[in-house]
């Protein structure tokens, strides 16, 4: 059963990058059938798309994070990570790391549990 | 950028209720709009994708419809678990969810 599991810091200082690793098992993360992506959600906000890579390492971001954001894979380790630059109190949210099914027409069908990142000093 | 809006933001209904969320996009995505629930502290569950295919193990009461730059979620017969809230998302180009829909109980 495929699961996904971020991790990283719960607390980041403003200016500092933020870092998140999403930890894939059960399932082939080197599959053309799928992609992987990241969400976050302010507390009591709704869901914003930060971006997604594909297997062959092809990615695609949110415009209005797109100068912060580096999404890459480790297809050795089956993690793919976020992270995030310059972060302000804005960028408080629970992250959550998603797979993206090509068949569904790249709807995003598995997701992880979430976590909370606070941006704070 | 494709922006899209959900209406209304948050509706109030009844257990058996017929419920229905609208989602517009900002240009046409042909049929690629998939819904999701989020319950509160969980993450989000994809219910319908490519605008009316249900996601397996998604009970029949959920369907959605539309083309193009309208779209529809219905809930045939509104349950206690259905009470959360929806988003909709466009997959046409890069990705945008809508703002969401709370359904509260009334």
């Known amino acids: 059963q495929l699961q996904l599991q971020e991790s990283g810091p719960g607390l980041v200082k403003p200016s500092e990058t933020l870092s998140l690793t999403c930890t894939v098992s059960?399932?082939?993360?080197?599959?053309?059938?799928?992609?992987w992506g990241w969400i976050r959600q302010p507390p009591g906000k709704g869901l914003e798309w930060i971006g997604s890579?594909?297997?062959?390492?092809?990615?695609y971001y949110n415009p209005s994070l797109k100068s912060r954001v580096t999404i890459s894979v480790d297809t050795s380790k089956s993690q793919f990570s976020l992270k995030l630059s310059s972060v302000t109190a804005a960028d408080t949210a629970v992250y959550y790391c998603?797979?993206?099914?090509?068949?569904?027409?790249?709807?995003?069908?598995?997701w992880g549990q979430g976590t909370m990142v606070t941006v704070s000093s | 950028d494709i922006q899209m809006t959900q209406s209304p933001s948050s509706l109030s209904a009844s257990v058996g209720d017929r419920v229905t969320i609208t989602c517009r996009a900002s240009q046409s995505i042909t049929t690629y709009l998939n819904w999701y629930q989020q319950k509160p502290g969980k993450a989000p569950k994809l219910l319908i994708y490519?605008?009316?295919s249900l996601e397996s193990g998604v009970p029949s009461r959920f369907s959605g419809s539309g083309s193009g730059t309208y779209f529809t979620l219905t809930i045939s017969s509104l349950q206690p678990e259905d009470f959360a809230t929806y988003y909709c998302q466009q997959t046409y180009s890069l990705r945008t969810f809508g703002q969401g829909t709370k359904v509260e109980i009334k």
């Open positions: 490519a605008t009316s």
């Open positions: 059960g399932a082939s993360i080197s599959s053309s059938d799928y992609y």
């Open positions: 890579i594909y297997y062959s390492g092809s990615t």
């Open positions: 998603a797979r993206g099914k090509r068949e569904n027409l790249d709807a995003f069908d598995i």
